[in-house]
């Protein structure tokens, strides 16, 4: 939502079926093998899973297709309670991941920070997410909770599934991609605002974004980009980032609105789906080019119903990651 700064799914596994021809032989050496395959597989499969190794690479380009959890009733649920599957998604291991391929031309080497607006854990953890940081110019909450649709769907939910998917998209382009945070990790809050600016300033990242929805009284619709305003006060210097941060905010917001559809907000930033803020910590203490994205009105019924598409949210991710693209010269 646009009034914070703070920024607020697992995935199962095939089972793997150890049956192979050759286990109709019942010779000695194939009791023996069916014996151990089963105990070599689980302990692979065990090593996978802890290390995280090998399966980024085999993640598809796209994320498959989200469980029925994703939907507006159960993301309440799923929030309060990761699902057993969550431990064991080869997301959970890390934040980071290594690109699919190799990177070639003007993406090599080149670094995105996504940073998923809010946490769904922030709902249970109000006086850890109050307590106050320096943003420069100002003191403010750590983070906050964000906001909902009306039926429930949580944007820390939304965002963190724009993310992931912007992600893949990303990485399918060989950059690599570091997110602040990550659902069904040890971190049931937060980050802190500060953390989620440190964290690109740290990654050296060639680009940040950070992912929200906003949530305004219906009627107001559409997406905004917000840029850093020029501040210098205390640890907040953002002279070198805002030509830059303009820049890739607006090659994002005009990649989103052809990839998805949508207008610029008809309630601010005068049509042009761009506002410039100097109260938001997570622009203020960046160091790197960066922007936050307000996809959308989750208190507007027809925004809603497009937040609430997996579909919709695939054409926002490559919408974001063609506008990066494009800043980052590919
Ligand atoms: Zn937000």
């Not at 023996?32 to 980024?56: C, F, H, K, R």
């Not at 006086?127 to 003191?139: A, K, L, Y």
């Not at 893949?168 to 602040?180: F, H, I, S, Y």
């Not at 805002?242 to 989103?256: A, K, M, T, W």
């Amino acid at each position: 939502m646009r009034y914070d700064d703070s920024s607020p799914a697992p995935e199962s596994r095939d089972s793997i079926d150890p049956d192979r021809p050759w286990y109709t032989r019942r010779s000695t050496l194939a009791v023996a093998v069916a014996v151990l395959a089963p105990t070599l597989l689980a302990g692979w499969v065990l090593t996978q899973v802890v290390t995280g190794t090998g399966t980024d690479a085999k993640r598809p380009a796209a994320l498959s297709p989200l469980p029925a959890s994703h939907t507006a009733a159960g993301d309440a649920k799923s929030s309060a309670s990761p699902s057993p599957s969550a431990s064991v998604s080869p997301q959970a291991s890390a934040s980071t991941s290594a690109p699919a391929a190799p990177a070639r031309g003007p993406l090599a080497g080149k670094t995105v920070v996504i940073d998923p607006g809010h946490n769904t854990g922030n709902f249970k953890h109000t006086d850890e997410i109050d307590r106050q940081v320096d943003i420069g110019t100002n003191r403010k909450e750590c983070d906050t909770t964000g906001t909902t649709t009306n039926s429930g769907y949580m944007e820390a939910e939304f965002t963190m599934d724009v993310s992931r998917r912007l992600r893949a998209v990303l990485e399918e382009r060989g950059v690599k991609v570091v997110l602040t945070h990550e659902a069904g990790t040890a971190r049931p809050w937060g980050p802190c605002i500060d953390e989620r600016a440190r964290i690109g300033n740290e990654a050296r990242a060639d680009a940040v974004v950070s992912v929200h929805a906003d949530g305004v009284s219906a009627g107001n619709r559409g997406y905004h980009v917000i840029l850093p305003a020029r501040v210098k006060a205390g640890g907040a210097d953002t002279a070198a980032i805002v030509g830059p941060s303009r820049q890739l905010g607006e090659r994002i917001g005009s990649n989103f609105s052809r990839a998805t559809g949508s207008a610029p907000a008809n309630y601010l930033g005068s049509g042009t789906g761009l506002v410039v803020r100097d109260d938001l910590g997570g622009l203020n203490l960046s160091t790197r080019p960066k922007v936050f994205i307000e996809c959308g009105n989750m208190r507007d019924g027809k925004d809603a119903a497009q937040l609430m598409s997996a579909e919709w949210r695939q054409k926002a991710a490559q919408g974001i990651a063609d506008g990066i693209v494009g800043f980052l010269g590919g």
